[in-house]
């Protein structure tokens, strides 16, 4: 079955580094998305991304946060200057047919922000 | 604001009984519901999108009551494998992404 990969599964950093949290959806979805859950919290969204542009982002998404397509599989979720509060268990997500329809998760990345 | 709101449980129940889930939503424009699974620090796993019609997928009934603004879950001879988070999640009226509520935590004991 196929499904949506991301890498890394943990990743540790000072606060004010950059990083870059890597997924691949599913090949023939067209929607993707990032979402995030604070440990005890509801899952939140950040993004969705269609046509190699940002459809839609939410107040949470601010400027230390981008997004990328870079080739045909990849796409990468960017926070520039990590802060405490982004502490977080970073989801990615695809959907094939239509926006916020179906979506299929990836495993997640935990990000700790020390 | 728009928000989803769930009893956050737990719910402990035995091993065989039937056990519902209720959900309201504040957004009377959403156009999509769903439920999701989501296992202790798993990714959510969608579970079944919910019709105003009402739904059924073997074990599990859901309902969509927009007047009111509630969904439900039902879940009927419950095995140790649903323990689980269940998430009621909306779409749509102009909302950001999915809205997700905070989930049911449900614990079927043997």
């Known amino acids: 079955e196929p499904e949506v990969t991301q890498t890394p599964s943990h990743q540790v950093t000072q606060m004010g580094q950059e990083v870059i949290l890597r997924c691949v959806p599913i090949?023939?979805?067209?929607?993707f998305y990032w979402y995030r859950q604070i440990l005890g919290q509801k899952v939140e969204f950040l993004v969705s991304?269609?046509?190699?542009?940002?459809?839609?982002k939410s107040e949470i998404f601010d400027d230390q946060f981008s997004v990328e397509r870079p080739d045909g599989s990849n796409f990468t979720l960017k926070i520039r200057s990590t802060k405490l509060e982004d502490s977080a268990m970073y989801f990615c997500?695809?959907?094939?047919?239509?926006?916020?329809?179906?979506?299929?998760f990836g495993s997640g990345t935990q990000l700790s922000v020390l | 604001r728009k928000e989803v709101e769930q009893d956050p449980g737990p719910f402990n129940v035995p091993e065989g009984a039937t056990v519902a889930f209720n959900c309201t939503y504040s957004?009377?424009?959403?156009?999509?519901f769903f439920w999701y699974r989501q296992d202790c620090r798993k990714e959510p796993k969608l579970l079944m999108s919910?019709?105003?019609s009402g739904n059924e997928d073997g074990r599990f009934t859901a309902q969509l009551n927009r007047a009111s603004q509630y969904i439900s879950l039902l879940i009927r001879d419950s095995k140790l494998s649903d323990s689980a988070t269940y998430l009621c999640?909306?779409?749509?009226?102009?909302?950001?992404?999915?809205?997700f509520g905070k989930g049911t935590h449900l614990i079927i004991q043997p």
């Open positions: 957004n009377s424009a959403s156009q999509s």
């Open positions: 997500a695809s959907s094939r047919d239509r926006e916020n329809e179906k979506l299929f």
């Open positions: 919910v019709y105003s």
């Open positions: 999640v909306v779409s749509g009226g102009g909302a950001d992404g999915l809205t």
């Open positions: 991304f269609y046509n190699n542009e940002i459809s839609e």
């Open positions: 090949s023939n979805h067209l929607y």
